[in-house]
């Protein structure tokens, strides 16, 4: 069975960019089997609320835990309410990883990404998205989830210290981060390995194509030398510079030993 993600949402019409471009191709070739569900579909009143006033006053709303926690067991049991073309009912062995957008979670990294990839790629895990809204979810949910039978972990993450209305857009950054490293999605694996290279320990080198010259500005001339040696680097030389100007704090990741060896052999 292909790895599985589902996303639980109040706005399943937010996550239609699913259906495009490289995650739109690896679930119409069966590579990844991605499901959209609409959290109102376990709300049970006549107006389907998933969400209250906060106890002790303030601004805002705050999600339900028992509405989220009937989506997230509905979805991970299998059955749905899905807006996905599967329509299923049928039980799902697998442990679930629960994935909970939150600009109060751990910053959302390359290693996060590629730790998902590699657990949704065994046959015995996948991964259940809980995009919430408003001011966010009842703070007993997270814990409540921990000790659910099937949950193997949960995982608040953030995109970074900005703001969004709501966990949609921060699903659709993880998917693609995590349905890119899937095996079979990614047409040329080389640009996996290049980026694994340098594994968010220093940033990307800048990149050229024609015009050799575009309106007076020229293209690196070591480029156009055909010395792979002084090409490669010259590319290392401004991964590091690059990395020095605008992600000081990189630096830190990247290990002594490593620097050297890798400086010294290119
Ligand atoms: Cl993951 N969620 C929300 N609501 N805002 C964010 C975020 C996530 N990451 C950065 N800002």
Known sequence: SAPRLDVIT???????PLDLSLIGKARESGLVDVRVHDLRAVATDRHRTVDDSPFGGGAGMVMRPDVWSRAIEATAAGSDGSAGSHGGAEPDPREVVVLVPTPSGAPLTQATAQRLADELAAPDVRA???????????????????EHDGVRRVEEFSLGDFVLNGGEVAALALLEAVVRLLPGVLGNPDSIVEESFSDAAVLEYPVYTRPADWDGRAVPPVLLSGDHGAVARWRRAQSLTRTVERRPDLLDLLAVADLDRRDLDV
């Open 128 to 146: 259940v998205v809980a995009c919430g809204r408003y001011e966010g979810i009842d703070a007993r949910l997270v814990p409540a989830l921990r």
């Open 10 to 16: 109040i706005f399943p019409d937010y996550l239609a």
